[in-house]
């Protein structure tokens, strides 16, 4: 069935280093992709999209990959603050119904100061 | 502007009671969802809107109901409260079909 998962569940990182977080999704018929930000006892924030006709797309400290052929998703946060610190979510739409996002488990970030 | 404002916070419920959790939304966004997070878990969708008056069944729908009388209001309707609905509930709007996802603060239920 259709997934999104995320490879590792807690990412713990420096204050001042990258952050990588990584998606794999199974649904290859999927055209757009989100990522979210959740921090504790609030509702997912989103940070920032890619559609399936790119593979890099770039926001303020953020950046976004996907690689269609092993359909990975990953996102990269440049110089990671302690205010990144939050669990992070994945998410895919399919082709059809484009409005029923599917939601990876999400990865939690700690960012030691 | 709010965006999406979600009522109560919190509640605990008793086995059989019913109650409504509210959500608005001053978007004018026409696709509205309610979603429910499990601890450590992502969210599932329970119901979806595409418009006033037309609304679906998502992944987990049941024990729940919804309707959608306005654009701005989606009320999510849980009869008989289990044990198992104990959750946090999100509302969550979107202006079109593939764009970002706008979420209210969420409402934590307690069944006991």
């Known amino acids: 069935g259709e997934s999104v998962g995320l490879h590792l569940p807690t990412l713990s990182v420096q204050e001042g280093d990258n952050s990588i977080i990584n998606c794999a999704y199974s649904n290859s018929a999927s055209d757009y992709f989100i990522w979210y930000k959740q921090e504790s006892g609030k509702g997912p924030q989103f940070i920032i999209d890619?559609?399936?006709?790119?593979d890099k797309r770039q926001g303020q400290r953020v950046t976004v990959l996907l690689n269609k052929t092993v359909k990975h998703l990953s996102l990269q946060i440049a110089a990671t603050q302690p205010g990144d610190s939050a669990v992070y979510f994945c998410a895919e739409n399919p082709q059809t119904g484009g409005f029923k996002t599917i939601f990876g488990a999400g990865t939690r970030l700690f960012v030691k100061a | 502007n709010a965006g999406v404002t979600q009522t109560p916070k919190f509640r605990i419920l008793k086995i059989g009671q019913s109650m409504t959790l509210q959500c608005t939304q001053d978007m004018n966004h026409n696709y509205m969802y309610w979603y429910r997070q499990d601890p450590g878990m992502g969210l599932k969708l329970i119901y979806y809107?595409?418009?006033?008056?037309?609304?679906d069944k998502g992944e987990v729908p049941n024990g729940y109901n919804v309707s959608r009388s306005t654009t701005e209001d989606f009320p999510l309707r849980l009869e008989l409260a289990a044990p198992s609905q104990t959750s946090v509930y999100f509302c969550?709007?979107?202006?079109?079909?593939?764009?970002?996802?706008?979420f209210g603060q969420g409402t934590r239920l307690t069944v006991v």
């Open positions: 809107s595409v418009g006033a008056g037309i609304t």
């Open positions: 969550a709007s979107t202006q079109q079909e593939n764009t970002e996802a706008f």
């Open positions: 890619i559609r399936s006709n790119m």
